[in-house]
């Protein structure tokens, strides 16, 4: 069974840069076609996709994130991770990590994580 | 970007209800269209993916058709389980994006 879990500090100061890792048990980062997402969900609010990253390292970005997001991958340890820097309070949210799995022609997003709360606060 | 956009933004129903919730997609998504079902303080479960098909262990009361740019989620028999908000979330061109949901309560 497939699962990801995500890890980082829950407080950041404004324009501090939030760094969070998704570990990856049951299924290899580096596997197939799947690729390796960060969703997050203000409180009380809908779902924003952040970005993705393949196993070679190609990534792809929302534009609302792409001057400050960064999605990296780390196939030895099985992990991925977030970056995002000149954080607001904007961007308090749940952040989720989850794979994007494409199949006989199809994809869709699952497992996610339980998801980590960061809260952007002086 | 493509925008998804629900209807009802929330809606009221009892045990036993026939519950039906449409996203309309601003562009072409080709059959790419998942829903999810989000409990309070929990991560969003898949329910459907590729528009109508039911993933692994969810149950058969729910079910996802499409007509023209409008995409349906249907809960033939709503139970005590099934109030929570519903996500549908298009996966054909980056950024992906997500409906705003659609919350269904105890009426």
């Known amino acids: 069974q497939v699962r990801l879990q995500e890890s980082g500090p829950g407080l950041l100061r404004p324009s501090e840069t939030l760094s969070l890792t998704c570990s990856v048990s049951?299924?290899?980062?580096?596997?197939?076609?799947?690729?390796w997402t960060w969703i997050r969900q203000p409180p009380g609010e809908g779902l924003e996709w952040i970005g993705r990253?393949?196993?070679?390292?190609?990534?792809h970005y929302n534009p609302s994130f792409r001057t400050r997001a960064t999605v990296s991958i780390d196939v030895s340890k099985n992990q991925f991770s977030l970056t995002l820097s000149s954080v607001t309070a904007a961007d308090t949210a749940i952040y989720y990590c989850?794979?994007?799995?494409?199949?006989?022609?199809?994809?869709?997003?699952?497992?996610w994580g339980q998801g980590t709360l960061v809260t952007v606060s002086s | 970007d493509i925008q998804m956009t629900p209807s009802p933004s929330s809606l009221s129903a009892s045990v036993g209800d026939r519950v039906t919730i449409t996203c309309r997609a601003s562009?072409?998504?080709?059959?790419?269209l998942s829903w999810y079902q989000q409990k309070p303080g929990k991560a969003p479960r898949l329910l459907i993916y590729?528009?109508?098909t039911l993933q692994s262990g969810v149950p058969s009361r729910f079910s996802g058709s499409v007509s023209g740019a409008d995409f349906t989620l249907t809960i033939s028999s709503l139970q005590p389980e099934d109030f929570a908000t519903y996500f549908c979330?298009?996966?054909?061109?980056?950024?992906?994006?997500f409906g705003p949901g659609t919350r269904v309560d105890v009426k």
């Open positions: 562009g072409s998504i080709s059959s790419f």
């Open positions: 990253i393949y196993h070679s390292g190609s990534a």
């Open positions: 590729d528009t109508s």
């Open positions: 989850a794979r994007h799995q494409y199949t006989y022609g199809t994809n869709w997003v699952d497992p």
């Open positions: 979330h298009q996966t054909y061109s980056v950024p992906f994006t």
């Open positions: 049951g299924d290899s980062v580096n596997s197939g076609s799947d690729y």
